[in-house]
C-alpha cells in the first residue's frame, strides 16, 4: 500500500472485542490503514494472538490484552498498556457488548438486565472515560445495533435499550468531547457473525437477509470498512452520527 493510503499511519487504536468476527474484522482494517493496533479480548484469546500475528505478519505493530471491560482497573489497564506501547491513544473502537440470552421482561431477573446494559453500555462508558487520560484528539466509534432503533427481536429489549443508551451516549459525548475529538456509532443490521449463529435460527435469517434490497447478510467486513472509515481524516466532519449499516432492511 502506498504512504499516502495509510491514513492512520502513527496513530494507536484500541479495538475492545477484537478476537472475532466484527472486532477482528476492525482491527485488521485499522492496521491497514496504518495503525497500531490493540487488541482486547476476554475469551477469544486464540483469534485475538491470531490476529496480532496476521498484523505483524504484514508489517503492522499490534498486542493482545485480555480483560472485564466491565471492570474500571481492566479498561483502565487496557488504555494506559496502549499508551506506553505506542505512545499514546488516538483511535477507540467500542466493539464489546452481546446479548446474553433471550429474555422477555417477565422472565427478566434484575441480574440479567444489569449484566446486559453493563456489557453493553457500561464497557463503554468505561473505555473512553479511560483512554481519555491519553486522547487528545482523534476518532471514537460505538458499535451500537438495529436493535436501537426497532427495538430488537423477540427476547431483546434488555439489549435494543442498551444499545439506544449506546447511541444517545454517542451523540452527547460529540457535543462533549468536541472539536477535538469526534464520536460516531454504526447500527448493524443481520451480519453473519456468531451473535446470529448463537442467537438467531437460521430460517430467520434467509428470511431477513431476502427480504433486503442486497438479498443477502452484511459480513464483519463490511463493517470494519465504515469503522476505518470513521476513525480516520476522510471523516472529519462527521460526529455524533449512528450510522445504518443493514442492506437495506431498515431506513432512518
Known amino acids: 500500500m502506498r504512504e499516502q493510503d495509510m491514513r492512520l499511519s502513527g496513530k494507536a487504536a484500541i479495538v475492545t472485542g477484537g478476537g472475532r468476527d466484527i472486532g477482528r474484522a476492525c482491527a485488521l482494517a485499522l492496521a491497514a490503514d496504518g495503525a497500531d493496533v490493540a487488541i482486547n479480548y476476554h475469551s477469544s484469546a486464540e483469534g ?146 456468531d451473535f446470529h449463529n448463537t442467537f438467531t435460527p437460521d430460517e430467520v435469517r434467509a428470511k431477513v437477509a431476502g427480504a433486503t434490497p442486497m438479498r443477502r447478510e452484511g459480513t464483519s467486513e463490511d463493517v470494519a470498512r465504515l469503522v476505518a472509515f470513521l476513525a480516520g481524516p476522510d471523516a472529519a466532519f462527521m460526529t455524533g452520527t449512528n450510522v445504518d449499516i443493514n442492506g437495506g432492511t431498515l431506513f432512518s
Open 48 to 193: 485475538a494472538e491470531a490476529t496480532v500475528e496476521a498484523i505483524k505478519a504484514a508489517g503492522g505493530r499490534a498486542f493482545a490484552m485480555r480483560g472485564d471491560l466491565t471492570r474500571p482497573e481492566d479498561a483502565q489497564a487496557l488504555a494506559d498498556a496502549t499508551a506506553e506501547a505506542f505512545g499514546g491513544v488516538h483511535v477507540l473502537v467500542n466493539n464489546t457488548g452481546g446479548l446474553i440470552a433471550r429474555k422477555t421482561i417477565a422472565e427478566m431477573e434484575p441480574e440479567h438486565w444489569n449484566a446486559v446494559l453493563a456489557l453493553n453500555v457500561t464497557s463503554a462508558f468505561l473505555m473512553i472515560r479511560a483512554c481519555l487520560r491519553h486522547m487528545t484528539s482523534g476518532a471514537i466509534v460505538n458499535i451500537a445495533s438495529q436493535a436501537g432503533r426497532d427495538g430488537g427481536g423477540g427476547g431483546a429489549v434488555a439489549y435494543g435499550a442498551s444499545k439506544g443508551a449506546v447511541m444517545t451516549m454517542t451523540r452527547g459525548l460529540a457535543k462533549e468531547l468536541g472539536p477535538d475529538i469526534r464520536v460516531n456509532a454504526l447500527c448493524p443490521g443481520m451480519i453473519d457473525t
